[in-house]
């Protein structure tokens, strides 16, 4: 038996055992990957399937709330936001400043312009944890670095406390 999702695909509702559904959202023209992640002890009914469908209608405010978050977050020195923007910030010459964070000079790197340089990476979905409903992943691009700040939300969109550095 299978459930058809909009952003998945068919999914399959057999207790097949743990798995990764792939699929892909469209945010501010982007393609991001999606990953439905269902453990040995989900139950994932038509229903679930739905409600996620349902959630992601609402995954641009998400967004923009794990951004205020960041933002937030890098008034305090020994948050993993502020860490992970001074570590990759540092030592930057006037062409990365640039072509990752669209401003001339590395004096112009306001907060502001570091969380609007965050991309979103990929989003994961573990229907089966309503207070880690979501995490979502976001780097400063791929060829600058493979680290990303993570964020969790919960099954009604709330953004957890904490932003973690991976």
């Known amino acids: 038996m299978e459930a058809v999702s909009q952003h998945f695909g068919p999914v399959v509702l057999s207790t097949a055992g743990s798995r990764a559904v792939p699929g892909t959202f469209s945010v501010e023209g982007a393609r991001v990957p999606l990953e439905l992640t269902i453990s040995d002890h989900d139950h994932l009914d038509e229903a679930a399937v739905h409600k996620v469908d349902y959630r992601l209608r609402f995954l641009p405010e998400l967004i923009d709330s794990v951004r205020e978050r960041i933002t937030q ?52 979905i573990y229907p089966g ?12 691009g791929e060829g600058f670095t493979d680290e990303m700040l993570v964020a969790a939300a919960d099954a009604d969109g709330v953004v957890d406390d904490e932003i973690l550095w991976d």
């Open 73 to 124: 977050e890098l008034d305090d020195d020994e948050s993993a936001a502020s860490q992970f923007r001074h570590f990759h910030c540092q030592n930057l010459g006037n062409g990365s400043v640039k072509k990752v964070f669209g401003v001339e000079d590395p004096a112009e790197l306001t907060p502001e312009v570091f969380v609007r340089a965050l991309r979103l990476a990929r989003v994961g």
């Open 129 to 140: 944890q309503p207070e880690r409903y979501f995490v979502l992943n976001l780097t400063l």
